[in-house]
């Protein structure tokens, strides 16, 4: 019965994350109303400094200010949602293309193990950070993403200002019109 409870409530986070990626897709359709918050919104990469989150690679803490110098693009995302899985090698092209201006960080949403798995499937070339399941809304939040959704993408410029929220799956297009103007 367990394992069947297990599959039922994958399939119901797969299907949501297909959803909302056919919605933020849709022509002239909208996402409604941000939900209120308790958190704002942050300035500036330094405005995260309290929290920190473990990498991937070794689940030492890290903070996002670390990468302030270059243009930050912080994604939010899950193995299991396949717009997210869809967008990553855009970004692992673009971080490739642009190393020297960009900086990529992704936030996963799953367990260590399964998100280094798809990391390393995806061929992911930038960090990955887990998320902290306790201050999970917290973060959501304090990057622009009061809607709890995957994927989301904040964006910083290299002085670390927080420019812009993106809800939903990018395209390569979308991803050059948000990012290349800031190097």
Not at 126 to 147: A, H, K, M
């Amino acid at each position: 019965l367990i394992p069947l409870l297990v599959i039922v409530v994958l399939l119901a986070a797969f299907a949501g994350g297909y959803v909302v990626s056919l919605f933020v897709k849709s022509p002239g359709q909208q996402f409604p109303p941000p939900v209120g918050s308790a958190h704002e919104t942050v300035d500036t990469l330094a405005g995260l400094d309290d929290l920190t989150l473990p990498s991937l690679d070794d689940l030492q803490p890290r903070r996002l200010s670390e990468w302030q110098g270059k243009v930050v693009v912080v994604n939010f995302w899950a193995t299991w949602c396949p717009p997210c899985v869809k967008e990553i090698p855009l970004f692992v092209d673009f971080q490739q293309q642009h190393a020297d201006a960009v900086q990529f960080i992704g936030i996963g949403l799953d367990d260590a193990t399964a998100l280094a798995g798809m990391a390393e499937k995806l061929g992911m070339n930038y960090p990955t950070l887990v998320l902290d399941q306790s201050r999970g809304n917290e973060i959501f939040e304090r990057l622009g993403n009061n809607r709890q959704v995957v994927p989301y993408t904040a964006v910083f410029d290299s002085q670390g200002h927080f420019r812009e929220g993106h809800f939903g799956e990018m395209d390569a297009d979308e991803l050059q019109q948000k990012i290349t103007p800031l190097f």
